[in-house]
């Protein structure tokens, strides 16, 4: 049986809900307008489970599970908000500040960032683990656009959208660990790259100051990321 | 099936042995980690020629080649010195003084694990454990296994390299 | 090649080493090698040749014979000699000793209790064939087992055999493994089976860092490890495997490839096997050195030719594993153990262990203990016995302080725990884990919070970097014992390291994550007045760390 007709119930905080077995409790959540944090997902791109703020927990289940990965189950119970998963979130949320160099006050998208805006809805206002501070750099070596590393978390949205939905796979994850870092070809600039077809998809998807559109100050960086869902049909249906 | 032909980055014969092991897997892109073994193998390291060889062989994209070569401890993108001392860290040999020899090269030779000395000699690099736990603390010697070590043997040994 | 062919070479083969009055077996695996035994292999040849004993003598290099401290190790058989520390220069002297008394300066004790008290399965040829010859490993029985499967059992009776025998995966988790296959066989539909494509893929990438069971098995005995692995892919009906091994493992990995290129020039491995319509087709992946790929979906992304970043499971890869496809992966000792419980029945082995672990492990027993070298224990047997008994104690007249197994993914057990029975369960309960086989002693002069220390930056350095808590989590944990052990830390960040502990393993993607705070815990429990000394007292009760 194709699994989109097969409808399954389930309860998300304690709400009956209906959907197709074949959705993820993210998609189940959102259709239902409950809101579960979220950096590295993004509509239209594959999902990687990552950034771990979308941790629900499912009764029976003993590990925390994403959601944005994890596909519905008949009679499955999940709770998408509790003390625990609070803290966690919020621990979360603050090792990735300690771990670049999150000025908001000097950045680009100051007013515009999805990091920014997690740390209000999780209600996170101070970081009690030590900041690491590592030396990172800025590459400003292309003419439209730059990469500040020191914003980078690592969601690789911009790795995602450059090789599945613009098909150049300029981007990857070089070196691994704390040590990873998004770079371009052979770790040239970015300005050097021979790949880049300069679409700025990747700029677009950044939900940091990380990639940014040259000759813009502090906060003045908007984006747009609605042409995903739909690219994202399109190319499926030339497939 | 591959059109053109490409052709290595130099004359060097050496590359008839990282072809051989590409073509052997028909050029599939799952042959990258293969190839950059290979190359490793037959250079002592990976350089940027190689890389971009590599990725236009089995088209890979290059910053995948590179994320790929620069993931692994294994692989390493700078020459090698002419001898290489590799020190183990793992448990056993930690607890059995692994550090006191790293110490003792630091000491001697201004060298931390991944460097090499400034004449080009020795590079000295760490494994997590060589499978010789029973002799800890081990180390290798230009590819020769050499237990129980303390600072003085493993001195020796080094001075028997350059020899 | 027939089952009575297979027969005639194995009765040729005993045959042939019947025939001579003494058989010397040199131990060739990497512990032996590194102190030169191949040059005592060398040696005894050519005495043997000069003396003109070529048809009464055989010499032969052979796998581990288990205890590497004494290294390098020389067997005679029949006479059941063993030698120890064995020089070039002492060849003579051994052949002259043949048909007399062994020589007493170099002989081992005769019934040690290292070897007695051992079971040895997956490691009964270890030491007795030459791994780089497949008649050895026939003449032993080997190969039988798959012959027997393919000439008589249907994939569900192999299936419901290993199922019987209660294996449980030897890699760490100690997932069941007839379970496992049994989900390998239902995946995408049992009717469309035959069409579906299927692997199996061996686990030999062995990270842990003190650890080298897998390493020997390889070395020792390369066939049976292909023969499990054939056994299972008729099982699970796959026709494809992959052996993933460390790239540091050269010496295995010359053997693998050795034994898989004799295993097909013999029709064991390749097509149409035994003359059934079985085909089985094997090949090797080298590892490049890092530890995450140990986890299946890692390793799966680095067999696929990427960087080895876990995925989140489910899928598993019983049902969405190698390419997408279902695939079986097993630790090397698992599919090691397999030819045996075949060829024994599954009640055989079901007898021998606990109630819940079944069967014999392997352990690679180093740091402070007398006897370091690898041994086969039955399950259930005590941590006291393999210590103590097998292990000789601790040398220098130090005390016991406590035994890690598990690794980076394990925890360190205390003395009043050494009458604990090992087997899965058990150690769990004592907040440490079976793992693939590691077993580091320590004495008193190991401190606890060094050792935790050490632990956490292998999983810092090992970690794939690509969710946050491992990778940012592992780093300040690491900098927070970093500054305990330099006398420099409060007991809030003592209060901080355990709430990072409880972060990193309840919310990391995949298993390096989860267990690498399991080190920190363990010493935290049974050790917390070390951590407390370092902190207040600014003293190392060790004397390890210099604060
Ligand atoms: C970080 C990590 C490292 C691992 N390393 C190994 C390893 O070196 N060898 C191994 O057999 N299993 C290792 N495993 C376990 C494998 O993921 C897998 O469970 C195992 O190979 C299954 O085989 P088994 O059922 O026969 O034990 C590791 C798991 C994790 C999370
Ligand atoms: S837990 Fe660590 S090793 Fe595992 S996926 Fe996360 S970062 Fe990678
Ligand atoms: S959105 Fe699910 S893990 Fe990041
Ligand atoms: S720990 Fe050094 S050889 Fe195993």
Same mark, same amino acid.
């Given at each position: ?239 | ?163 | ?90 060849? *003579? ?57 393919? *000439? ?50 061996? *686990? ?146 079901? *007898? ?196």
């Amino acid at each position: 049986m194709n699994p989109q007709a097969q409808v399954t119930t389930l309860k998300i905080d304690d709400r009956e809900i209906s959907a197709h077995a074949d959705q993820t409790i993210l998609d189940v959540a959102i259709e239902n307008g409950i809101e579960i944090p979220t950096l590295c997902h993004l509509e239209g791109l594959s999902e990687v489970g990552a950034c771990r703020l979308c941790l629900v927990e499912i009764q029976g289940t003993p590990k925390l599970q994403p959601a944005c990965v994890t596909r519905v189950r008949e009679g499955m119970e999940v709770v998408t908000h509790s003390e625990r998963l609070q803290k966690y979130r919020r621990f979360i949320l603050e090792l990735f500040f300690t771990e670049r160099n999150h000025i908001c006050s000097v950045c680009v998208a100051n007013g515009n960032c999805e990091l920014q805006d997690m740390a209000t809805t999780l209600g996170m206002d101070h970081v009690h683990y030590p900041y690491l501070y590592p030396n990172v750099p800025v590459d400003a070596s292309h003419d439209l656009f730059g990469l500040d590393q020191n914003r980078c978390i690592l969601c690789t949205r911009c790795v995602r959208v450059c090789a599945e939905i613009e098909g150049a796979h300029t981007w990857d994850v070089r070196g691994h660990g704390i040590d990873s870092r998004v770079f371009t070809d052979f770790n040239e600039p970015w300005g050097e790259s021979v790949t880049c077809t300069s679409c700025g998809k990747c700029v677009n998807v950044c939900p940091t100051g990380a990639l940014f559109k040259k000759g813009k100050s502090v906060g003045e960086m908007s984006r747009k990321i609605d042409f995903l869902p739909y690219l994202k049909k399109m190319r499926e249906e030339m497939k | 099936m591959r059109s053109e032909k490409i052709s290595p980055p130099s004359e060097d014969k050496r590359w008839k042995i990282v072809d051989t092991t590409m073509r052997r897997k028909g050029y599939v892109p799952s042959a990258l980690i293969e190839a950059l073994h290979s190359t490793q193998e037959a250079f002592g390291y990976l350089d940027e020629s190689a890389l971009r060889y590599i990725s236009a062989s089995l088209r890979v994209p290059p910053s995948k080649v590179y994320g790929v070569a620069t993931f692994y401890h294994f692989f390493t993108l700078r020459p090698q010195g002419k001898h290489t001392c590799v020190v183990c860290t793992g448990t056993a040999c930690y607890i059995k003084g692994a550090s006191a020899l790293l110490q003792t090269l630091d000491k001697n030779f201004d060298i931390k694990p991944g460097e090499t000395t400034s004449d080009g000699e020795i590079s000295v690099l760490t494994a997590r454990c060589l499978g010789s736990c029973s002799l800890a603390p081990a180390a290798v010697f230009d590819g020769h296994v050499a237990g129980n070590l303390e600072p003085q043997t493993l001195m020796e040994q080094i001075a028997r390299l350059k020899e | 090649m027939t089952r009575e062919e297979l027969d005639a070479i194995g009765e040729k083969e005993l045959a042939a080493s019947q025939q001579v009055k003494h058989r010397l077996n040199v131990c060739l695996a990497a512990g032996c090698m590194s102190l030169q035994s191949d040059a005592v292999l060398a040696s005894l040849q050519k005495n043997i040749k000069e003396r003109g004993l070529e048809h009464e003598c055989h010499v032969k290099g052979v796998g581990c014979l288990g205890l590497c401290k004494a290294g390098p190790l020389v067997a005679v058989e029949p006479n059941g000699v063993m030698y120890q520390h064995v020089t070039a220069n002492e060849a *003579n002297e051994i052949l002259e000793a043949l048909d007399a008394e062994p020589l007493a300066q170099l002989a081992l004790e005769p019934a040690l209790p290292f070897f007695n008290r051992q079971t040895k399965i997956s490691l009964e040829n270890s030491g007795v064939i030459d791994p780089e010859r497949i008649e050895e490993y026939i003449a032993q029985g080997g190969y039988a087992a798959l012959a027997q499967v393919l *000439n008589e059992l249907t994939p569900a009776q192999v299936v419901e055999q290993v199922t019987r025998s209660g294996l449980r995966g030897r890699g760490g988790a100690g997932y069941p493994t007839g379970l496992k296959w049994s989900t390998v066989v239902k995946a995408q539909g049992a009717q469309t089976r035959e069409s579906v494509q299927k692997y199996v893929i061996c *686990n030999a990438d062995e990270g842990d860092p003190g650890a080298f069971m897998d390493r020997s098995m390889l070395e020792s005995d390369p066939h049976r490890i292909l023969e499990g692995m054939a056994i299972a892919a008729y099982a699970v009906g796959a026709n494809q495997g992959y052996i993933y091994v460390r790239a540091e493992y050269p010496l295995a990995i010359k053997r693998l490839k050795i034994a898989i290129r004799q295993a097909e020039r013999a029709g064991v491995l390749g097509s149409a096997i035994f003359a059934s319509p079985f085909n089985f087709h094997v090949e090797l992946r080298m590892g490049a050195g890092a530890f995450v790929c140990g986890e299946e979906t890692a390793l799966i992304a680095s067999i696929e030719g990427g960087r080895g970043l876990p995925r989140i499971r489910p899928p598993y890869p019983a049902e969405y594993g190698l390419w997408g496809k279902p695939t079986l992966i097993n630790n090397v000792e698992t599919y090691a153990l397999v030819p045996s419980i075949i060829r024994n029945g599954s009640e055989w082995f079901a *007898n021998i262990g606990t109630e819940k672990s079944k069967g014999t492990k392997v352990f690679a027993l180093a740091g402070a203990v007398q006897n370091t070298g690898l041994v086969e224990v039955p399950m259930g047997i005590t941590l006291r016995e393999i210590i103590f008994d097998i292990g000789g104690g601790i040398p220098d007249g130090k005390k016991f302080k406590a035994v890690q197994t598990g690794g980076p993914s394990g925890g360190c057990v205390p003395k009043q725990f050494l009458d604990k029975a090992v087997d899965y369960e058990t150690l769990t309960q004592l907040g440490t884990i079976m793992g693939s086989g590691g077993m580091i002693v320590m004495d008193e002069t190991s401190c606890m919070v060094d050792v935790a220390r050490y632990f956490m930056e292998f999983c810092m350095t090992e970690s794939c970097g690509k969710c946050v808590p491992c990778r940012v989590g592992t780093v300040q944990m690491y900098n927070l014992l970093t500054k305990i052990t330099q006398g420099e830390a409060t007991l809030d960040d003592l209060a901080l390291l355990e709430e990072l502990c409880d972060l990193v393993r309840n919310t990391s993607l995949c298993g390096l994550g989860q267990a690498a705070p399991n080190p920190v815990l363990s010493t935290l429990r049974y050790f917390r007045e070390e951590y407390v000394a370092h902190i207040q007292d600014k003293k190392c009760p060790a004397g390890v760390c210099k604060l």
